[in-house]
C-alpha cells in the first residue's frame, strides 16, 4: 500500500500512520481555532510557556553535564572531502528557514492586533531575535554533546532526531522520552499558530473577490470559519502528497519568491507612489531590499537546479492559482 503513487510523483499512503495523526492534529487544532481566535491563542501561549520551559532545561543540563569547559569539547573538521560550495549552503539553508518561517505570519492577523502599525514591526523583530538566540544556545548544545559526524550519521538514518540522541547522552532513555514529547509540544503549537493566522489571508481575500466569496463570512465567534475549513482540507491534502522534508523545501522554495517579489514592490511603489503615506520605511533602503531580493533570487534558482521536483511542485502551485483567479476576476 505505502508503494501506491500517483504519476510516480506522489505516493499518498508512504508512512501513512504520521500521516493521519497530522491530518487529525489539523482537524483538531481547526476546530478550536473555529471556537474563537482567544481559544487558538491561549492554546499557543500555553504551548510557548512549555516549549520555552523545555529548551532551558535541555540547555541548562546540556552544557553543565561537562566536567570541563562544555565548548572544549567542538569538533569542526570536515566529514568529508565534498567542497563547501555555494549551491550546498543554500540547498542547506531551504530546511532551515523552515524554523524561522513563522516571523511573516505576525502580519496575517493585522486586522486583529491593537495598534497594528506600532505593534506587528515590534513583534516581528522581537521574535525573530529571541528565536535566534534560542536556536543558538540549544544548538550549542547539541554540539557541545555530539560530534559533527554524530549528527551526520543521525541525518542519514532518517528515522533519529539529533535533539532525542543529544538529551539521551546525559538523561538516558528517559530524557529522549521528555524531549519527544516537547518536540511533539512544538509541533502542536506550530501548527496551531500557523492554523490561526494562515486563515486570515483567505478571508481577506474573499472580501476583495479574490478568493471563493464563501471564505469571507465570520461565524458567531467572530472568526473566519469557511476560511479555516478551506484551509484544513488543502493542508491534508497536501499531507498526503509527500514527506514533511520535501513540503518544506518546497514551500519555502515557493514563499521566497513572494517575498523577493515584495521586496521588489517596495522599489516599484516608491516611484509609482511617492507621497503615499509610509508608517514604515525600510531600514538601509535601498542596499537592505537590493540585497534580499539577490539573495531570494540566489535560493530561487539554486532550488530549481538542485531540487528540481520540489521547484516543479511548488511552480505548479503557484500556477494552479491563476485559473482561480481569472475566473473571480471575470466575475
Same mark, same amino acid.
Given at each position: 500500500?505505502?508503494?501506491?503513487?500517483?504519476?510516480?510523483?506522489? #505516493?499518498?499512503?508512504?508512512?501513512?500512520?504520521?500521516? !493521519?495523526?497530522?491530518?487529525?492534529? %489539523?482537524?483538531?487544532?481547526?476546530?478550536?481555532?473555529?471556537?474563537?481566535? !482567544?481559544? /487558538?491563542?491561549?492554546?499557543?501561549?500555553?504551548?510557548?510557556?512549555?516549549?520555552?520551559?523545555?529548551?532551558?532545561? %535541555?540547555?541548562?543540563?546540556?552544557?553543565?553535564?561537562?566536567?570541563?569547559?562544555?565548548?572544549?569539547?567542538?569538533?569542526?573538521?570536515?566529514?568529508?572531502?565534498?567542497?563547501?560550495? %555555494?549551491?550546498?549552503?543554500?540547498?542547506?539553508?531551504?530546511?532551515?528557514?523552515?524554523?524561522?518561517?513563522?516571523?511573516?505570519?505576525?502580519?496575517?492577523?493585522?486586522?486583529?492586533?491593537?495598534?497594528?502599525?506600532?505593534?506587528?514591526?515590534?513583534?516581528?523583530?522581537?521574535?525573530?531575535?529571541?528565536? %535566534?538566540?534560542?536556536?543558538?544556545?540549544?544548538?550549542?548544545?547539541?554540539?557541545?554533546?555530539?560530534?559533527?559526524?554524530?549528527?551526520?550519521? +543521525?541525518?542519514?538514518? /532518517?528515522?533519529? +532526531?539529533?535533539?532525542?540522541?543529544?538529551?539521551?547522552?546525559?538523561?538516558?532513555?528517559?530524557?529522549?522520552?521528555?524531549?519527544?514529547?516537547?518536540?511533539?509540544?512544538?509541533?502542536?503549537?506550530?501548527?496551531?499558530?500557523?492554523?490561526?493566522?494562515?486563515?486570515?489571508?483567505?478571508?481577506?481575500?474573499?472580501?476583495?473577490?479574490?478568493?471563493?466569496?464563501?471564505?469571507?463570512?465570520?461565524?458567531?465567534?467572530?472568526?473566519?470559519?469557511?476560511? !479555516?475549513?478551506?484551509?484544513?482540507?488543502?493542508?491534508?491534502?497536501?499531507?498526503?502528497?509527500?514527506?514533511?522534508?520535501?513540503?518544506?523545501?518546497?514551500?519555502?522554495?515557493?514563499?521566497?519568491?513572494? #517575498?523577493?517579489?515584495?521586496?521588489?514592490?517596495?522599489? +516599484?511603489?516608491?516611484?509609482?507612489?511617492?507621497?503615499?503615506?509610509?508608517?514604515?520605511?525600510?531600514?538601509?533602503?535601498?542596499?537592505?531590499?537590493?540585497?534580499?531580493?539577490?539573495?531570494?533570487?540566489?535560493?530561487?534558482?539554486?532550488?530549481?537546479?538542485?531540487?528540481?521536483?520540489?521547484?516543479?511542485?511548488?511552480?505548479?502551485?503557484?500556477?494552479? /492559482?491563476?485559473?482561480? #483567479?481569472?475566473?473571480?476576476?471575470?466575475?
Amino acid at each position: 500500500m505505502g508503494q501506491f503513487s500517483i504519476g510516480g510523483i506522489f #505516493y499518498p499512503f508512504e508512512g501513512f500512520t504520521v500521516k !493521519l495523526t497530522a491530518i487529525l492534529l %489539523i482537524i483538531f487544532l481547526t476546530l478550536i481555532n473555529i471556537k474563537g481566535i !482567544l481559544t /487558538g491563542a491561549g492554546v499557543s501561549k500555553l504551548v510557548l510557556f512549555l516549549v520555552f520551559s523545555g529548551l532551558f532545561l %535541555i540547555v541548562a543540563f546540556g552544557l553543565g553535564s561537562h566536567q570541563s569547559h562544555p565548548f572544549q569539547s567542538f569538533d569542526f573538521g570536515p566529514v568529508s572531502q565534498a567542497p563547501v560550495t %555555494i549551491s550546498t549552503f543554500f540547498t542547506a539553508m531551504l530546511a532551515s528557514f523552515w524554523a524561522y518561517q513563522g516571523w511573516a505570519s505576525v502580519g496575517f492577523i493585522g486586522g486583529e492586533v491593537k495598534e497594528a502599525k506600532r505593534n506587528i514591526p515590534k513583534g516581528i523583530v522581537i521574535g525573530v531575535f529571541m528565536v %535566534i538566540a534560542v536556536y543558538l544556545l540549544v544548538n550549542v548544545t547539541y554540539l557541545s554533546l555530539l560530534s559533527i559526524p554524530q549528527l551526520e550519521q +543521525i541525518y542519514k538514518s /532518517g528515522n533519529q +532526531i539529533a535533539a532525542v540522541e543529544a538529551v539521551r547522552s546525559f538523561w538516558g532513555d528517559n530524557g529522549a522520552l521528555f524531549i519527544s514529547f516537547l518536540i511533539l509540544i512544538t509541533t502542536l503549537g506550530c501548527t496551531n499558530a500557523t492554523i490561526l493566522a494562515s486563515a486570515r489571508p483567505y478571508y481577506a481575500m474573499a472580501k476583495e473577490n479574490l478568493f471563493f466569496k464563501s471564505a469571507g463570512s465570520l461565524n458567531k465567534a467572530n472568526t473566519p470559519a469557511n476560511s !479555516l475549513i478551506w484551509q484544513g482540507v488543502w493542508a491534508s491534502v497536501l499531507v498526503l502528497s509527500g514527506t514533511f522534508d520535501q513540503l518544506t523545501d518546497m514551500i519555502i522554495f515557493a514563499v521566497f519568491i513572494f #517575498y523577493g517579489a515584495t521586496s521588489l514592490a517596495v522599489f +516599484i511603489l516608491r516611484r509609482r507612489m511617492p507621497d503615499a503615506p509610509r508608517p514604515y520605511k525600510v531600514w538601509g533602503y535601498p542596499i537592505v531590499p537590493a540585497v534580499f531580493i539577490v539573495f531570494c533570487m540566489v535560493l530561487v534558482f539554486n532550488t530549481i537546479f538542485t531540487r528540481p521536483r520540489e521547484a516543479v511542485l511548488g511552480l505548479t502551485l503557484i500556477f494552479s /492559482g491563476l485559473p482561480v #483567479y481569472w475566473y473571480l476576476h471575470r466575475k
